[in-house]
């Protein structure tokens, strides 16, 4: 059995092309959303990421403006440069492209962004509503691993879902979402770390799998049930050069029932999600007005 291949590229395409129509109505009321993102500092990386999500602000119609600020700049001085986008009604939207340098507190940068304007849903207090199932915004990445399942046919109510990763922007999160009493949800969750004994034991029984650690292929075929769905969220750098995921691709889909490949995976449904979030944050404000 040859898993089938969750296209996360055209997916988000259908998912660009909603959010485009809903922008091309918001301008029939001559509202334009905006989307702010501020880099700190020369990370190549990131840079790559604030340009895919610039060029696909673009292409859906959505204002966006680029914050570039030198790696020594101080907290209080990016602290600052949210409140004046805070205060900027062009911006529906704001984002920090992580990672920020390790003198400013993503903490406090993400408590500082509007929970109005906070479409990466990582202020605290977002996060606190997301966890209550009252969502302002969902977390991009989350979000779009949910709607991948869903427009891929894929049940997650009373699946055994496990995710393999703790971390703040996707594991735990996802861990959350998955497990609440929602149409889109309702699964048995098992989160995975560091200090999980015998991992394996626990991704053999999953019908879901989430590989979200950030180490490259550590998810083996051995580890997988056959016919699960694998969700790769890994974005590792391979030796030769490009780009591989935390699960074993060759090996595992030999296994699996359906698997997301690394690159044209997870990767589109997040910015995809992103611009969502955006124009969702530009419907609500010009519904205040």
């Given at each position: 059995m040859t898993a089938r291949i969750i296209d996360g590229k055209a997916i988000a395409a259908q998912v660009r092309a909603e959010v485009a129509e809903r922008v091309g109505a918001l301008a029939e009321r001559g509202v334009r959303p905006g989307l702010a993102a501020i880099l700190v500092g020369d990370h190549p990386a990131s840079k790559v990421y604030v340009g895919m999500k610039q060029k696909a602000c673009e292409?859906?119609?959505?204002?966006?403006?680029?914050?570039?600020?030198?790696?020594?700049?101080?907290?209080?001085?990016?602290?600052?440069?949210?409140?004046?986008?805070?205060?900027d009604p062009r911006i529906s939207?704001?984002?920090?492209?992580?990672?920020?340098?390790?003198?400013?507190?993503?903490?406090?940068?993400?408590?500082?962004?509007?929970?109005?304007?906070?479409?990466?849903?990582?202020?605290?207090?977002?996060?606190?509503?997301?966890?209550?199932?009252?969502?302002?915004?969902?977390?991009?990445?989350?979000?779009?691993?949910?709607?991948?399942?869903?427009?891929?046919?894929?049940?997650?109510?009373?699946?055994?879902?496990?995710?393999?990763?703790?971390?703040?922007?996707?594991?735990m999160p996802l861990a959350i979402?998955?497990?609440?009493?929602?149409?889109?949800?309702?699964?048995?969750?098992?989160?995975?770390?560091?200090?999980?004994?015998?991992?394996?034991?626990?991704?053999?029984?999953?019908?879901?799998?989430?590989a979200a650690a950030g180490k490259a292929e550590m998810i083996t075929a051995d580890m997988v049930k056959p016919g699960a769905t694998v969700i790769d969220v890994g974005t590792n750098r391979a030796p030769g050069g490009g780009l591989i995921g935390d699960v074993h691709f060759e090996g595992v889909k030999e296994v699996a029932g359906a698997i997301t490949p690394v690159p044209g995976g997870v990767g589109p449904m997040t910015v995809a999600m992103l611009l969502v979030n955006t124009v969702t944050a530009a419907e609500r404000q010009a519904a205040q007005r």
């Open positions: 292409e859906a119609g959505i204002y966006s403006e680029r914050i570039d600020l030198p790696a020594d700049v101080s907290e209080e001085e990016v602290l600052a440069e949210i409140e004046r986008l805070n205060k939207g704001i984002i920090v492209q992580l990672p920020v340098p390790d003198h400013i507190s993503e903490f406090a940068v993400q408590r500082a962004i509007s929970t109005e304007k906070d479409v990466d849903g990582l202020n605290p207090t977002n996060v606190g509503f997301m966890s209550r199932g009252h969502p302002v915004f969902l977390p991009a990445t989350p979000y779009g691993i949910v709607e991948l399942l869903v427009r891929s046919g894929i049940p997650i109510e009373g699946q055994d879902v496990c995710i393999v990763g703790r971390g703040d922007l996707v594991g979402m998955l497990a609440q009493r929602h149409e889109r949800a309702n699964a048995t969750v098992t989160l995975c770390h560091t200090r999980t004994r015998d991992i394996a034991s626990h991704t053999r029984r999953a019908d879901i799998l989430v």
